[in-house]
């Protein structure tokens, strides 16, 4: 099978958050391999997105709109679109600070109901010891 991507990409473990409903909507993800052009990202559970999401890498501070080129049960390819990230030497608007602060709730939230879950985890492990 011939290669169709116009750049090489290279194996990754990074974590994600893809941002979807104007923001409103946040899901957790693995990026498995990322390129200037694209990443394969990989859910714990076969969700359901639009068309347009924007990829969050917290460990790159980084937000690219993707549009998802394919899907298949817990795994999508997306490809970055020409606007994807804002240069970095570039002043905060008051709407991309906005936007940013709007991003960071939605990661707090999600991270609450990771430790809650882990929590409940701990505490069940404790009662079954």
Not at 7 to 35: E, H, M, P, W
Not at 48 to 66: F, G, H, N, S, W
Not at 124 to 129: L, V
Request: charged share 30%; glycine share 4%; hydrophobic share 40%.
């Amino acid at each position: 099978m011939a290669e169709r991507r116009n750049a090489t990409r290279q194996k990754s473990f990074l974590r994600g958050c893809i941002y979807f409903n104007n923001r409103r909507n946040a899901v957790d993800c693995l990026i498995r391999d990322i390129s200037s052009t694209g990443a394969k990202l990989i859910f714990s559970d076969a969700i359901t997105v639009p068309d347009v999401v924007d990829l969050y890498i917290p460990q790159k501070e980084q937000t690219l709109r993707a549009e998802v080129h394919w899907r298949h049960g817990t795994e999508l390819g997306v490809a970055f679109t020409a606007s994807a990230a804002a240069a970095p030497d570039q002043p905060l608007k008051p709407d991309d600070l906005a936007g940013r602060v709007e991003r960071l709730e939605a990661e707090i939230a999600t991270l609450k109901k990771v430790l809650k879950r882990l929590k409940a985890d701990l505490v069940s492990e404790e009662d079954a010891a």
